[in-house]
Structures are given as C-alpha cells and as structure tokens.
C-alpha cells in the first residue's frame, strides 16, 4: 500500500455538524474521510481546512450537472458570522487530537514524524473572512497549531477576490490582493505559513508570487484538461514548479470532467490525466493529491478514502513509475512542508 498525505479535505466542517464528532470520526460513518476509512485507504495525514459557509446559500451540486454554468459568487460574510464556525472546527480538531486520532503538524521537525496511529494534519483556513481588516487574529490562530492559509474562499472579502464556480473560462474572473491581502500574506510567509491560491483569482495567485511566496493550490487542477475558474493554466503550473510550489490534485468530478460536469462515471480516468498533465507542466516535484474529500462529489471508484490505492492502480496503469507515483501520493507535500513550516 502506497502512503497518502493529501492537500485538502473538510472533513472538519462536516463533523461541526455532528453531535459526537471524536466518536464519527474514530468509528467511522458516512462522508469520505474518517480513521477508518484513511487507514483502510493508506492515508497518513493531509491538509484540515476549517471553513466558514455562507448561511443559508448551500452550494448546489446540481448546477454542476448542466454545463455550461457561471454560478455568482455570494456576499462577503461579516467576521463576526465567519468567526463562529471557525472556533467550533478548531474545537473538534483540539479534541481528535486530544483523543490521539489527529497529530498536528507545527514544524518542519513535525513532518514525516511517527503519530502513534494518529492521521497527522496541517490546519488550514480556507478564507480569512474571520481575521480582521489587518489581519487581527491570526496570531492566534497560529498559536491553535493553524499552519496554511487561503486568503479567499470562492467569495470575496477585505483581502482578496475568489473565482466563480464557472466552466470555459480559467481564473482571470476578477481582482487580485488588496493591499491588506498583500499585506495578510507577508505575515503568513514570516510565520512560516503555507499560502493557498485555490479559489483566488489569477490576479491574486500572481500577486502571491509577486510577494515572494512559493506558489500552492493545495485542491486545483488543470485548464487544458478542464477548463474551470477553479483549475490552473500552464503558466500558473510553470510559476508552481518554478518557485518551488505544489499544485494538488482535486478530486471533485466537476473540476476533473473535460466539460466541468459532475457526472462520477469516467471520472476517474480525467484524474490521471489531471496528473500527468500537471506533472509534465508543474514539474514532477511539485506535484500532489487534494483531494476536497468531504467537499466535493468524488468520481466512481473513489468514494472516500478508503479508496485511495484505486487512484494509485490508475496511475500505474497509465504508466507513472514508483519513484513518481510515491512522490505524488506523499513525498512532495512532505518535503515542501519540511522546507515552508517553522523551524522547530
Ligand atoms: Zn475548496
């Protein structure tokens, strides 16, 4: 069994919703990422993103089963609405981890390190709609073990713009940085934060790297396989590969079908040629899994994590050798954390 350590999921926004989070988690149940279903699929650990809704505008999947679609993007939330969620999530993950089922991973020391049987987790913010205009709060944020940002959810706020969910077009939908975004991202990079560029705008994901940071988008995939406002051109997986970045594969069916629809079957498939399309681009270095379990409709055969070693069968079957395939499926994202995270 390969080793896993994937780029994205929401497994954290799914279990706010349940009355014994630490219980659903160790026992396993519905959803795509539970202990488990990670030990039963070989994955080791991944990014943990906490995430603030918009109330009451669910994402509707159904949009994405009649392409072409252009869904508008919803208001900024007010920080007092962000923030609720937020703390509930880090809860939950405090109390896995308290309960041995997560490892959080701090330093670059932390990386690759034996968790005892516990998933290892970078917590991740998936929108800073909850820090205040100048970025109040992200200290302490840090300080609860959060080590990855993305300045904008597919939504915008005071620091960035995000892309819509739109097919035909790539991420050239709007704005980039706001002066306090730049200024967000400065401080992410001195605290030895990972900078997410899934859902910012293309504007955005330049000014990024206009800042000196590597180029990630822990859950994005490929325009010349599916173009998506949500998946990366081939200058933007050159610039990854180029300032020592990664670029993670996202599982989610609609960001994977060459025609942005939502359809499972033949999913699968698109993935690898996701992969090899990003390899080639990127370079076989800065290249990962993203997964968006708990976020996104998966393709058939890969339901949840409990079928990760499908995706590892389809990348053998197309070709990809050991060395790659290892590299993709943990060694990337471990070596690009033990280069970008703190120093112990
Ligand atoms: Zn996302």
Redesign the pocket.
Known sequence: MIAVFDG?N?ALLRLSKADDPVAIFRDGGAGHLDLPKARAGGMEGGFF?LFSPTPDVPLDFTVFDHPPYDVPVPGALPREVASHPIARQIEIAQALEAAGLLAMIRTRGEVGKDTGGALACVLHL?GADCLGPEGEGLETLFDAGLRSLGPV?SRPNAFAHGVPFRTGSDGDTGPGLTQAGRALVRSCRDLGMVVDC??ITMRGFWDIGEEGLPLVAT?SNACAISMSARNLTDAQLRAIGESGGMAGLNFGTMFLNPDGRRAAAGALDHAVRHLAHMVETAGEAHVGLGS?FD?APMPEGLGSAAELQVLVAGMEAAGFGADLIDRICHRNWRDFLARTLPRD
């Open positions: 994205h929401d993103a998936e959810w899934s859902h859950h968006d976020g």
